[in-house]
């Protein structure tokens, strides 16, 4: 019996930002491993093996993953958003590259997903629509001297920046400290998008200037997008907007 | 009659990257606009009417299927990958901000897809898997200098680089003053990824050191990801790899 493992991204949450193909492969599981949650999400035939950890183990989440297919099942490994932003797929190349040798020539696909940051970004307008970094703002497996680092270069090159795990229970000072890293580089008026639970029911999405961002409104389901010197407010009626990074820069029109 | 104007992404090209919030979208639809070879992939029905128009004229473009909503037609502005990345969105809110005050309370919606480069970064692993930065190599909108800036801060504070629009018959010189500019920066070990055509029957993908790097494995089709120092590659048999970044950079471990 050949098993495969397939990481696959589920998107931000609502089922019609699934992909066909990544449909395709929970259909074909034997096995579904990942954080509880992602896994609760899957609606699968009865007799699939759901394998639901705890966060923050994704290592040992990788490799149970890889021992089932080197088994010969049919394992999928759920994300959310796309697997390869800040998700399980890096995690599973870690474990296979400190794991068993055979590993490595597994069956082993990565299926990519609608990221929560493009999800948030088409909610809102086009805040990524010009040059932009993605900084997962955890300092869990990285030092905080090098979050700063990489957020005062993107900010002085004037990159929009989106931040992945702005705050957590056990992290609460790091996303007050960038926003008053980011206040001594850009003006106060440069929009911050709070986009919260993305297409799911709690959705919620607030944009403030930079002057004004608190970190409460943030939470665990949170991806934070801070505007580049460019980026443009489009007031509606009914109180609505639009933000948008224009497409060019310090040309002469 | 009610008009609509939503901009979607196609994804890469392959149809089971396709979301089916935007399957719906194009099913809806009166009206479909863009770039001709993305008007083409879509399968629509016959009384649909198709706008194709050359590329770079995308203010245009927008400014037209604005009208078309204006007048009552439900219009699918149709993007590849994702519309907020270096796409259709970002113009479609330039025309707006620039026209008819009344576009801007029009029904608009952008409807995220599987963007070129996370298709690409899954097909070989997980090489965005860490922090990194996205910049579009088109000095057709911003002046070369600012992205000669945005390329050094991002290679300095050592994100993984992805590059849109790497090169086109008009643009030759750029992607090989990137390639020096960031030898000078970057040990020529780090990997560099070619994504050409990913999930179309034309797809290839290539690594190479960034020391060997050269700029005629690129095409308009190409996304070229340029790694960190921490960007590593897991060796296979028959000779295939995997490249990824780890999570984790300058802990003890």
Known sequence: MSGSLIVVGLGPG???LITPEVTAALAAATDLVGYAPYVARVDAAPDVRRHASDNREEIDRAAFALKLAADGRRVVVVSSGD????????????AIE????????????????????????????????HDFCAINLSDNLKPWTTVEKRLRAAAEADFVIALYN???????WQLEATFAL???????SVPVIFATAVS????RIDVVPLGDAQPDRANMRTVVMIGSSQT??????GGTRFVYTPRSVGLLS
Do not use: C, N, T, Y
């Not at 702005?166 to 609460?172: D, F, T, V």
């Not at 799911?200 to 959705?203: I, M, N, R």
């Open 14 to 16: 609502a089922p019609e």
């Open 83 to 94: 697997p390869g932003v800040f998700a399980m797929a890096a995690a599973l190349f870690e």
């Open 98 to 129: 400190s794991g068993e040798p055979s590993w490595r020539d597994l069956d082993i696909r990565v299926l990519p997903g609608v990221s929560a940051m493009f999800a948030a970004a088409a909610r809102i307008g086009a805040p990524l629509g």
């Open 166 to 172: 702005p705050i957590s229970k056990a992290r609460q």
């Open 182 to 188: 980011l206040r001594g580089i850009h003006p106060a």
């Open 200 to 203: 799911a029911p709690q959705e």
């Open 232 to 237: 443009r407010i489009i007031e509606r009626a």
